[in-house]
């Protein structure tokens, strides 16, 4: 059995972008990690992980203080590649999206929201690994649960989805995703890192901040260093998707 886990960052006032990221790992694998993961937490005398909190409560900006050997993140790092096999993400620019796209004018269609362009993105991407790389093995979706967004407004697109997919991707049998809270599980919470992370990434590259000199910029490349997908939307690439949703609904 696989299992991927993923986890959301980003909101429109404070972040340019809309991340969603995530790992993929079998059972066993998965076992380790959080094994591992929770002895690294006791160690540091924390009882959960959320990279925000963590890196505010703890270091700030600059390069050295988060790269210190013993500090939560870069353990809790070495335990993520350590365990993992692949990675997945997709950003979306929040300008860009509500540009082309005017989600606030169509509350009818709520698949032109961000969020559930970027879940379906990401479930495209998954589908695409998984038809190539694991197409006879049995694979378990786990979201973060959201606070702004309804699961079942998320999910009200898979009938559809999961009919385009049985044409792009015939045989492919990839379970309905699930929802749940990342306090306690250490899967969600790697793919919390993962997500801030990259979303860390994007705001400093926003604010022409020397992505060189910055310890987030260093430690999404080893966040990443195993197999991964990841789709950065462009503003041109989100004016095309706009084009092709408005003639389908024409």
Request: contains cysteine; negative net charge; proline residues 4%.
């Amino acid at each position: 059995m696989l299992r991927i886990y993923i986890d959301d960052s980003g909101k429109s006032d404070h972040s340019p972008v809309l991340v969603l990221a995530g790992y993929l790992s079998d059972n066993v694998r998965w076992t380790d990690l959080e094994s591992e993961w929770r002895a690294i937490l006791a160690d540091q005398k924390m009882t959960k992980f959320h990279a925000a909190e963590a890196w505010r409560g703890a270091y700030g900006s600059g390069l050295k203080a988060p790269l210190v050997r013993d500090s939560a993140f870069v353990k809790l790092l070495n335990c993520i590649t350590s365990h993992v096999d692949y990675a997945f993400a997709v950003s979306i620019p929040f300008e860009s999206h509500d540009h082309w796209f005017q989600p606030k004018q169509f509350p009818e269609l709520p698949s032109l929201r961000i969020y559930s362009m970027a879940f379906y993105g990401l479930m495209t991407q998954i589908h695409q690994y998984l038809y190539k790389r694991h197409f006879d093995k049995p694979v378990e979706l786990i979201f973060d649960e959201q606070g702004g967004e309804s699961t079942a407004r998320v999910l009200s697109g898979m009938k559809e989805f999961r009919r385009l997919a049985s044409t792009d991707f015939p045989g492919l049998n990839v379970s309905t995703p699930s929802f749940k809270s990342d306090d306690g599980c250490p899967g969600l919470q790697a793919a919390d890192m993962l997500a801030w992370l990259l979303r860390r990434d994007a705001y400093n590259a926003a604010g022409q901040v020397d992505r060189t000199q910055t310890a987030e910029a260093l430690m999404l490349g080893e966040a990443v260093s195993m197999p991964s997908t990841i789709k950065i939307w462009s503003d041109d690439d989100l004016r095309l998707a706009a084009e092709s949703v408005a003639n389908a609904l024409r």
